[in-house]
T-cell receptor, first 112, second 112 residues
């Protein structure tokens, strides 16, 4: 079983829809949670960064972390065709220098 | 503010050769991490450097090595290249282990 599970998609939605992307994990030591967006042939771009449980909002993006369920989510409101990309969740522990553990990524397609 | 810069962007090498990839982190960032991204395995952690010292290492053979210089710039070396080393190699920088990581655009290595 992988430490981080993420549905690969693709997830197809119409422009303007609310998108929900999710990851589950098994390592209870994870404390830092990140969401990255990756366009084709580009490096991952950091979208959201949260520590421990709770919600964080930034513009059209909302990140939620539920440590009791080992479940994290990224919501995208008013989705745009430019949001079409692969979304990767990543997480790590908080002791010393811990590696980032990534999900496999969910491919999102937003149609005009 | 300049982002993470990786050079070269593309490389084609022959089996058995060696290669050196370069990464310049965001100014002020002292942590540099390296990841390998392939379609089959996703993003896999190679190593992380902080203040010129390797702080963490992933499960890669000894053919993969790295170093960090006093100006935080980092290099990664792969010796005796194999076909399976073909991948996108990504460098990420951070202020320290408690902050989010900013990725470069990567070096796409093709081994023939």
């Amino acid at each position: 079983q992988k430490e981080v599970e993420q549905d690969p998609g693709p997830l197809s939605v119409p422009e303007g829809a609310i998108v929900s992307l999710n990851c589950t994990y098994s390592n209870s030591a994870f404390q830092y949670f990140m969401w990255y967006r990756q366009y084709s042939r580009k490096g991952p771009e950091l979208l959201m960064y949260t520590y421990s449980s709770g919600n964080k909002e930034d513009g059209r993006f909302t990140a939620q972390v539920d440590k009791s369920s080992k479940y994290i989510s990224l919501f995208i409101r008013d989705s745009q065709p430019s949001d079409s990309a692969t979304y990767l969740c990543a997480m790590k522990g908080n002791t010393g220098f811990q590696k980032l553990v990534f999900g496999t990524g969910t491919r999102l397609l937003v149609s005009p | 503010k300049a982002g993470v810069t990786q050079t070269p962007r593309y490389l084609i090498k022959t089996r058995g050769q060696q290669v050196t990839l370069s990464c310049s982190p965001i100014s002020g960032h002292r942590s540099v991490s390296w990841y390998q991204q392939t379609p089959g395995q996703g993003l896999q952690f190679l190593f992380e450097y902080f203040s010129e010292t390797q702080r963490n290492k992933g499960n890669f053979p000894g053919r993969f090595s790295g170093r960090q210089f006093s100006n935080s710039r980092s290099e990664m070396n792969v010796s005796t290249l194999e076909l399976g080393d073909s991948a996108l190699y990504l460098c990420a920088s951070s202020l320290d282990a408690t902050y989010g990581y900013t990725f470069g655009s990567g070096t796409r290595l093709t081994v023939v």
